[in-house]
């Protein structure tokens, strides 16, 4: 193999599916379960023409209020106690919210939550000066620094490795996050090579996602990764720095044009809003058996045509989930309680989530066939003998 061959063999391998059995990737996707993000502002350093969330130096005014970050702290223990084992904190860049920052995370760890953050290092210009960070920032265990070709039009490499070696030396973990384009571009291959060479720590590598900034970068439409069979990997629901709340934290994290809707996490228990996340039918669908069924559904009522729809899962969920008409037909399909008690069957199953299914249960008394009923109760009683699992487990 060339080593243009072999670095693409790397980023194939990459891909959480191809590298997993059917028990890891059902591990996988119940991260979502007890995993929650917080977006604590879409300020950045940077204006990378591959962002997301179109974050910039421009848009301080969006950085989460301290007074809502306090009270977000306060509600730490009662979200350990709901079942929430870890937390990462992400933006824009999380470091220009350093107060919200450390005050959530000194909260979620001193109650036993693994903490993480996203960030691109543009505050390690001098070892020392990131040596002093992390050190501060003691709460944080996992440390996620971004580089890419469009990170590296304004940061230096030197910079970002910088605050990749200060973290690793302080005996945190560290992923390095790598964004690439499919197929990847020469300064691509020279970046991950140089990454490569990084001892001790994990490198992460996804393409280019044409949302936010990204859409005018014109990317080629991707035919290769067969996504009617690749479930929703979401890692959880994103409390944003205004307090509404995103399914996950790639193609739908900035969007508000979407049937996964949650309220304002300011106003309500963060326990309340990650319930409503756990049991929401659709996002609970896809999350379990991914698009294939769905992609028939609309077909069938020639809502869609499949053969113009991407084919990878998460740009494939934002070119569906963002048309009134599409979400409306799936929200009647899903809604019957007959197909609700399947997802619900289907989750419990496979990913081990038992709330919706006492939702449905609780919600559905007597609508169910008698032997449906029957069968659900046993199977209750079967997993949960004590009348247990329906509360946060």
Same mark, same amino acid.
């Given at each position: 193999?060339?080593?243009? /061959?072999? #670095?693409?063999?790397?980023?194939?391998?990459?891909?959480?599916?191809?590298?997993?059995?059917?028990?890891?990737? /059902?591990?996988?996707?119940?991260?979502?379960?007890?995993?929650?993000?917080?977006?604590? *502002?879409?300020? !950045?350093? +940077?204006?990378?023409?591959?962002?997301?969330?179109? =974050?910039?130096?421009?848009?301080?005014? *969006?950085?989460?209020?301290?007074?809502?970050?306090?009270?977000? =702290?306060?509600?730490?223990?009662?979200?350990?106690?709901?079942?929430?084992?870890?937390?990462?904190?992400?933006?824009?860049?999380?470091?220009?919210?350093?107060?919200?920052?450390?005050?959530?995370?000194?909260?979620?760890? =001193?109650?036993?939550?693994?903490?993480?953050?996203?960030?691109?290092?543009? %505050?390690?210009?001098?070892?020392?000066?990131?040596?002093?960070?992390?050190?501060?920032?003691?709460?944080?265990?996992? %440390?996620?620094?971004?580089?890419?070709?469009?990170?590296?039009? %304004?940061?230096?490499?030197?910079?970002?490795?910088?605050?990749?070696?200060? /973290?690793?030396?302080?005996?945190?973990?560290?992923?390095?996050?790598?964004?690439?384009?499919?197929?990847?571009?020469?300064?691509?291959?020279?970046?991950?090579?140089?990454?490569?060479?990084?001892?001790?720590?994990?490198?992460?590598?996804?393409? #280019?996602?044409?949302?936010?900034?990204?859409?005018?970068?014109?990317?080629?439409?991707?035919?290769?990764?067969?996504?009617?069979?690749?479930?929703?990997?979401?890692?959880?629901?994103?409390?944003?720095?205004?307090?509404?709340?995103?399914? !996950?934290? @790639?193609?739908?994290?900035?969007?508000?044009?979407?049937?996964?809707?949650?309220?304002?996490?300011?106003?309500?228990? +963060? *326990?309340?809003?990650?319930?409503?996340? &756990?049991?929401?039918? +659709?996002?609970?669908?896809?999350?379990?058996?991914?698009?294939?069924?769905?992609?028939?559904?609309?077909?069938?009522?020639?809502?869609?045509?499949?053969?113009?729809?991407?084919?990878?899962?998460?740009?494939?969920?934002?070119?569906?989930?963002?048309?009134?008409?599409?979400?409306?037909?799936?929200?009647?399909?899903?809604?019957?309680? =007959?197909?609700?008690?399947?997802?619900?069957?289907?989750?419990?199953?496979? @990913?081990?989530?038992?709330?919706?299914?006492?939702?449905?249960?609780?919600?559905?008394?007597? &609508?169910?066939?008698?032997?449906?009923?029957?069968?659900?109760?046993?199977?209750?009683?079967?997993?949960?003998?004590?009348?247990?699992?329906?509360?946060?487990?």
């Amino acid at each position: 193999m060339t080593f243009a /061959a072999n #670095v693409q063999a790397d980023f194939g391998k990459m891909d959480p599916v191809t590298r997993m059995t059917l028990t890891e990737l /059902a591990g996988f996707q119940s991260i979502a379960d007890h995993h929650i993000t917080f977006s604590l *502002t879409l300020a !950045c350093p +940077l204006s990378c023409s591959h962002c997301i969330v179109n =974050a910039s130096p421009l848009l301080k005014h *969006t950085t989460m209020l301290i007074e809502s970050a306090r009270d977000y =702290a306060s509600q730490m223990p009662g979200l350990a106690a709901a079942g929430i084992r870890s937390m990462s904190f992400t933006g824009g860049e999380p470091f220009l919210a350093r107060p919200q920052l450390k005050v959530m995370s000194e909260a979620a760890a =001193a109650v036993g939550i693994h903490c993480g953050v996203v960030t691109a290092g543009h %505050w390690a210009n001098k070892r020392e000066a990131a040596d002093r960070l992390v050190r501060e920032f003691a709460a944080i265990e996992s %440390w996620d620094v971004s580089i890419d070709s469009y990170h590296l039009d %304004w940061v230096e490499m030197e910079t970002v490795v910088n605050a990749i070696c200060a /973290a690793r030396d302080a005996g945190r973990t560290v992923s390095v996050r790598f964004t690439y384009t499919d197929p990847p571009t020469d300064r691509d291959l020279a970046i991950h090579k140089a990454i490569t060479k990084i001892e001790g720590v994990k490198i992460a590598s996804q393409r #280019v996602r044409a949302e936010g900034r990204a859409e005018k970068l014109k990317l080629e439409k991707s035919d290769k990764y067969s996504p009617y069979l690749k479930p929703c990997l979401t890692q959880g629901m994103v409390v944003r720095y205004d307090g509404s709340v995103a399914p !996950c934290c @790639l193609n739908l994290v900035e969007s508000r044009d979407h049937p996964f809707q949650f309220g304002d996490a300011r106003t309500r228990p +963060l *326990t309340e809003v990650h319930r409503d996340y &756990r049991v929401q039918p +659709l996002l609970k669908l896809i999350r379990t058996m991914g698009f294939a069924e769905l992609v028939d559904w609309l077909e069938a009522d020639g809502l869609i045509d499949p053969t113009d729809l991407p084919d990878d899962a998460c740009d494939l969920c934002s070119a569906v989930m963002q048309r009134p008409d599409v979400t409306k037909r799936l929200i009647e399909i899903v809604s019957e309680p =007959a197909m609700e008690l399947r997802i619900a069957m289907l989750a419990s199953r496979v @990913l081990g989530e038992h709330e919706m299914l006492h939702d449905v249960q609780a919600r559905n008394a007597g &609508r169910f066939p008698p032997h449906e009923a029957k069968l659900v109760d046993e199977y209750l009683k079967a997993i949960d003998p004590d009348g247990e699992v329906g509360a946060y487990a």
